[in-house]
């Protein structure tokens, strides 16, 4: 057995070591750092700086070298001097991290964290990201930046959940090797914050499906056109408020160099409703029916048409606005 094949053999008690840790950490989306949660070990440089040091003392003893001793002990004071102006150069900070945006699963959600800085110097080459499950070590990814004396900056640290549904925001790691590079310290950091990951909108969804007739109208079923825009549309007349107005329809028609307007006949919208329906959308699993519910929802909300949304065990009359389109998209979120 290889040296690599034991050490994937580890992983999953590093894994379970790090959950455990974690969880000792009770979540907060501000964290002062203090000597309790900054540790401090030497890198690899630092290792070998200390290995060096050594040589050079044994060699100066055995030679009696008065220089060697001047060169070994002005090495180590260096050093040990780093140690400390690395371990105070997080020590004091605190960090703060902004409720995040939802997002649709595959995108990116966008984690904002202020450092502020209260002491009378700067702090230099502080990496701030997501923690890794490969191990504390692994760096990569890192957000590195400088706080100002007396004040604070803001960094954006990205994350990939993979999948819909709530969320905890992953624990983060703030880092510095400042100022030689031989000391690495460190915060492992629980957030508490939580974020909902939308469904993924279906790429290249089918038309809306058709308007279904209220009562009294049951001869009035609405139509949809291959290009997923509803029917329901009229000439422009003078005095029609601009909520009525297509405006991408607008801007298709100033694109070819016509000025014609478009207005949602009012009426034909009163005899029909658009229902996003979980049963009959066509897709066949769960997963792919919210992802074409989704990016019908957008399509509609596109086009400022009212919709209604139903999905087993609940149902959205229908109607617009954000606060309507953020109630569905959280209810497929969590379906």
């Known amino acids: ?19 455990w840790f974690l969880n000792r950490l009770p979540p907060s989306d501000t964290l002062t750092l203090t000597q309790r949660n900054v540790y401090i ?18 060699a100066s003893i055995n030679y009696q070298l008065n220089l060697g001793y001047l060169l070994t002990f002005l090495l180590a004071g260096s050093a040990v001097v780093g140690m400390h102006v690395c371990h105070s150069n ?40 997501v923690s890794s499950h490969r191990g504390s070590r692994d760096d990569d990814g890192l957000a590195w930046l400088d706080v100002p004396a007396q004040g604070s900056e803001t960094v954006h640290v990205a994350w990939a959940p993979d999948r819909r ?17 031989t000391f690495r310290v460190w915060t492992i950091w629980r957030t508490a914050a939580q974020v909902i ?19 009294g109208h049951a001869a009035a079923s609405a139509r949809s056109s291959n290009s997923g825009e509803f029917d329901g549309v009229r000439a422009y007349r003078r005095g029609d408020p601009q909520k009525t107005v297509v405006w991408k329809k607008a801007a298709q028609a100033f694109a070819a160099g016509r000025d014609d307007l478009v207005s949602r006949d009012t009426l034909a919208m009163q005899r029909q409703q658009l229902w996003l329906d979980h049963a009959t ?37 229908p109607d617009h606005g954000a606060a309507h389109k953020l109630q569905c998209l959280e209810a497929m979120a969590l379906c």
């Open 281 to 317: 959308c066509g897709a066949a699993d769960l997963e792919s029916r919210l992802s074409r519910l989704t990016a019908w929802l957008l399509m509609a909300d596109e086009q400022g048409l009212d919709y209604g949304l139903r999905l087993p065990g609940k149902e959205f009359a």
């Open 90 to 129: 997080l020590r004091g900070l605190t960090l703060h991290l902004a409720p995040p945006l939802s997002m649709h699963a595959g995108q990116a959600v966008s984690l904002e964290v202020r450092l502020a800085n209260e002491r009378r110097k700067p702090r230099f080459g502080i990496g701030l990201g």
């Open 1 to 19: 057995m290889g040296l690599f094949d034991r050490i994937n053999l580890l992983a999953p008690l590093r894994q379970r070591l790090r959950q």
């Open 197 to 215: 990951v939308f469904p993924a909108p279906e790429q290249q969804p089918p038309p809306l499906p058709p308007g279904e007739p209220q009562p």
């Open 41 to 58: 070990l030497p890198t690899r440089p630092g290792w070998m700086l200390g290995f060096t040091l050594m040589l050079l003392l044994v």
């Open 165 to 181: 549904g709530r969320h905890g925001t992953p624990a983060l790691t703030a880092v510095t090797l400042f100022p030689l590079g």
